[in-house]
């Protein structure tokens, strides 16, 4: 059995900063792409940003320049900083990984999810 479990996130003003973490734990031998992906009201699902486990990273076009991933592959935890927050940013944040497991071999994983609400 594989578990995201996230933390992080909250309520912050605009141009604030929060950060939101990812750790995945179980049956794991070994993880793929990590990422975050938000969905705001009415809205589908999008991906934020993501990260290989070389190191190499992906954005949003909406996000660049004020997001940044990491990952520390000993802990199999993924962070996303998010600096200069906007109103638009406003979303439930989840954490994804392609994860290899011993029941199931590789497959998807989601993290529970994550409120980040941006507003003065």
């Known amino acids: 059995q594989v578990q995201l479990v996230q933390s992080g996130g909250g309520l912050v003003q605009p141009g604030g900063s929060l950060s939101v973490s990812c750790a995945a734990s179980g049956s794991i031998f070994s993880i793929n792409a990590m990422g975050w992906y938000r969905q705001a009201p009415g809205k589908q699902r999008e991906l934020v940003a993501d990260i290989t486990s070389g190191g190499s990273t992906n954005y949003a076009d909406s996000v660049k320049g004020r997001f940044t991933i990491s990952r520390d592959n000993a802990k199999n935890t993924v962070y996303l900083q998010m600096n200069s927050l906007k109103p638009e940013d406003t979303a439930v944040y989840y954490c994804?990984?392609?994860?290899?497991?011993?029941?199931?071999?590789?497959?998807?994983?989601w993290g529970q999810g994550t409120q980040v609400t941006v507003s003065s």
């Open positions: 994804n990984a392609e994860v290899f497991s011993g029941t199931r071999g590789w497959d998807d994983y």
